[in-house]
């Protein structure tokens, strides 16, 4: 029997989706878990899995379509079988303007080399990869020609651009900079559209700074021990498997909040609902904005997993191609601005969670300890707690239980 395939809920607050791209066609052959399609959320581009096997029997909206979430988007049954929708199952939503004429005509996969979503940054369009490839090279896109979908600039543009040596596509501003004849020129504003992310994130944040009554509790952590386990463990392990910091402090941030379970929660009405599982967050920086990356159970696992695991999953959000279990379910998050040099920072947290906790850097610092000043390495980590839920003291006491992991980290080995 024919299954319809609906637009997925990814998040809380997702209300609708933007179908950027089918994978299958129709009269194609499909297995459970294949990627049907591509999704752009205000979060992210994410790639619809089938949830049934056999033919793709009918594609309802087109690519470019803004889809309400659970409407259904395509049919899946067995070959030859006759497909029925019930009058006005195809939802009739409005295409964004650089789709509009693509919307028309029948669903064709327009031909691309990357999956990431475009991005209308401007009156330049680019994919969030091609966009960091520039950057990373120095590349002028006003002066590249989109080979993508619509015109947009895809990573084989960029790669042309280089490899061609094409002189008008490197930014010669570097260059400038330092120069004992360098003149300063004026230049007219420029206005830069924001992203369907960007658009998000001051959403989510305006609404959690208003209705969400913060307050921040800061603690010094010594790190010696850590750094040098870290340095230890590492020396066993091959390049790509090696762990971070950061890794070491979500595993004790997981194991702390099990003795907290109340600053694993959320708040719904009068009631504080204590999550039976401790899932961390991980705030990752992606082309035009940040993203919450989601380690399941992060108490339970061990530091090679919990690392392998934000590697991939930081990965695939920074090319577009995040999978929706990848950002969906965090209980508390956590930011590291750590690799910035960033001596002290406080987060807004992130709704419906009750904190986050904003780590800076591990710095090596004179330190006094017994009358004597000598040289140490020192983090300082910032909660930001919702005061509906809970209050300083246990904030600080959560501190100070994750002082007992960072300071003493052999405590997280067995």
Not at 147 to 163: N, Q, W
Not at 296 to 323: C, F, H, N, P, Y
Request: charged share 20%; proline share 5%.
């Amino acid at each position: 029997m024919a299954e319809t395939i609906s637009m997925p809920k990814l998040g809380f607050d997702m209300a609708e989706g933007l179908l950027v791209r089918w994978v299958k066609q129709v009269g194609e052959t499909i297995n459970k878990g294949d990627v049907l399609a591509e999704i752009e959320t205000d979060k992210a581009t994410v790639e619809v899995e089938s949830s049934a096997s056999g033919v793709v029997l009918q594609l309802i909206v087109d690519q470019g379509t803004m889809v309400p979430v659970n409407a259904p988007i395509a049919v899946v049954g067995a070959a030859g079988e006759k497909v029925d929708l019930p009058t006005g199952a195809a939802p009739k939503a409005e295409a964004t303007a650089d789709e509009k004429p693509a919307a028309q005509t029948p669903p064709t996969v327009a031909p691309v080399t990357q999956t990431s979503s475009p991005v209308d940054s401007g009156s330049v369009k680019a994919s969030p990869l091609a966009k960091k490839i520039a950057r990373d090279q120095k590349v002028d896109l006003s002066n590249i020609k989109g080979t993508g979908p619509g015109g947009r600039i895809v990573r084989k543009d960029i790669e042309a651009a280089l490899s061609s040596g094409q002189p008008s596509a490197v930014s010669h501003q570097s260059a400038d900079i330092g120069s004992s004849s360098t003149v300063i020129v004026s230049h007219d504003d420029k206005v830069v559209a924001t992203t369907k992310l960007r658009q998000a994130i001051g959403r989510r944040l305006v609404e959690s700074k208003t209705t969400i009554p913060h307050f921040y509790v800061t603690h010094e952590y010594k790190m010696d021990a850590l750094m040098d386990m870290r340095k230890q463990v590492n020396a066993y392990l091959p390049d790509n498997e090696k762990v971070s910091v950061n890794d070491f402090i979500l595993k004790a941030v997981a194991l702390s909040l099990r003795q907290f379970p109340n600053l694993n929660a959320t708040i719904k009405g009068n009631e504080i609902v204590q999550f039976g599982h401790v899932n961390v967050g991980v705030a990752v920086t992606v082309p035009g904005g940040l993203m919450t990356v989601v380690v399941k159970d992060t108490d339970q696992k061990m530091l090679r997993q919990i690392s392998s695991e934000v590697k991939a999953m930081a990965g695939r959000a920074r090319e577009g191609k995040v999978k929706p279990e990848d950002v969906d379910g965090s209980t508390f998050s956590t930011s590291n601005l750590g690799m910035y040099d960033v001596e002290d920072f406080i987060a807004i947290i992130n709704p419906p969670e009750a904190a986050i906790l904003a780590i800076s850097s591990a710095r090596e610092v004179p330190v006094a300890e017994n009358g004597q000043i000598k040289a140490g390495w020192r983090m300082k980590a910032t909660i930001s707690v919702d005061h509906r839920v809970s209050d300083g003291a246990e904030a600080a006491q959560f501190m100070q239980a994750l002082a007992g992991f960072l300071e003493n980290p052999v405590r997280m080995l067995v």
